[in-house]
């Protein structure tokens, strides 16, 4: 089955404490993109990646770190989280590099940062 | 900077009834509009989309229509189903990203 996987789906932390999101894909996808979605924001672009070793900033990257490492793989990194990156993320890939393709989703993940 | 608009923000509609979402975007060079159902605890999935060179695009009881010279494109679904009850997403895209809408929270009354 063609899909889109986060881990964890919930993490409750503390500020400051290092985490990692990861998502993988299973499409041989070569985009790949973190949102996150934040109550009457929608959701909105962190970080993406166009193909494996090329990553680029969205609209919201401080604070996060992303790599590509691998085609199927890509994590989202908060080196020292804090409150104001408790929200719902979501990963997504699409095939080729072209803007005009359906993106897949995960089911997110629900980050609370203490 | 690019940005999309969706209104509304909420819409509640007796079942059989249709509902209108609609969505203005300010990038002249988006050429791709889809939009996505999220359902509880799921994430977005895409239901419909849009390209620029076509003006509207209709699978079953879903369809949407694209107005590229007013920038302005919207959502139409008809004779609604309690199972219709989600966040819908509209959102407009270019070469290397898409910009989303803030979203429609549908609920359709039995």
């Known amino acids: 089955e063609a899909q889109v996987t986060q881990n964890p789906r919930y993490l409750i932390t503390v500020t400051g404490k290092k985490l990692t999101v990861t998502c993988s894909q299973n499409m041989n996808h070569e985009y790949m993109s973190w949102y996150r979605q934040d109550p009457g924001l929608g959701l909105r672009q962190i970080y993406y990646?166009?193909?494996?070793?090329?990553?680029d900033k969205g609209d919201v990257p401080e604070g996060y770190k992303v790599s590509r490492k691998e085609k199927r793989n890509f994590p989202l990194i908060l080196e020292s989280p804090s409150p104001n990156q408790t929200s719902l993320y979501f990963c997504?890939?699409?095939?080729?590099?072209?803007?005009?393709?359906?993106?897949?989703f995960g089911d997110g993940t629900r980050l609370s940062i203490l | 900077g690019e940005n999309v608009e969706q209104h509304p923000s909420t819409l509640s509609v007796q079942e059989g009834d249709s509902a209108v979402i609609k969505c203005t975007y300010s990038?002249?060079?988006?050429?791709?509009f889809p939009w996505y159902k999220q359902e509880l605890g799921k994430g977005p999935q895409l239901i419909i989309d849009i390209r620029s060179n076509v003006g509207e695009k209709k699978d079953q009881r879903i369809a949407v229509t694209l107005n590229k010279t007013a920038k302005h494109f919207s959502l139409h679904i008809t004779e609604t189903q309690p199972e219709d009850s989600a966040v819908y997403f509209c959102a407009a895209g270019s070469s290397y990203k898409l910009i989303f809408g803030s979203g429609t929270r549908l609920l359709v009354r039995p």
């Open positions: 997504a890939s699409r095939a080729g590099t072209g803007g005009n393709q359906p993106q897949h």
């Open positions: 990038d002249s060079a988006s050429n791709y």
């Open positions: 990646s166009m193909n494996v070793e090329v990553t």
